[in-house]
């Protein structure tokens, strides 16, 4: 199985910026398409943002123009960068396999919190 380390997430005020990184145990970035996911307790998960093997993003209405997903093959490294910041963006991150199959495991995900 293939390991998912996300980093990045942290306690921003409104109108801020974060930085989230993906780093997956095996190179899978540049041949597999790829996504960021975000969920809040007692609700189920959400794509954010995803991007193909070919490098073509898709974001989730709620993201646009604001997230940008992005990858470095080189590094074998996915990202996203998310600006202006609100409260609706707060929950725990996570990367995977765009549509990931129900064995897929998931990582511990990361933290991010937007407050007033």
């Known amino acids: 199985q293939v390991q998912l380390v996300e980093s990045g997430g942290g306690l921003v005020q409104a109108g801020g910026s974060l930085r989230l990184s993906c780093a997956p145990s095996?190179?899978?970035?540049?041949?597999?398409?790829m996504a960021w996911y975000r969920q809040v307790p007692g609700k189920q998960r959400e794509l954010v943002a995803a991007?193909?093997?070919?490098?073509?993003?898709n974001y989730a209405d709620s993201v646009k123009g604001r997230f940008t997903i992005s990858k470095d093959n080189a590094k074998n490294m996915m990202y996203l960068q998310m600006n202006s910041l609100n409260a609706d963006d707060t929950a725990v991150y996570y990367c995977?396999?765009?549509?990931?199959?129900?064995?897929?495991?998931w990582g511990q995900g990361t933290q991010v919190t937007v407050s007033s």
């Open positions: 991007i193909s093997s070919g490098g073509t993003p």
């Open positions: 095996a190179r899978i970035i540049s041949v597999n398409d």
């Open positions: 995977n396999f765009q549509r990931p199959p129900i064995w897929a495991r």
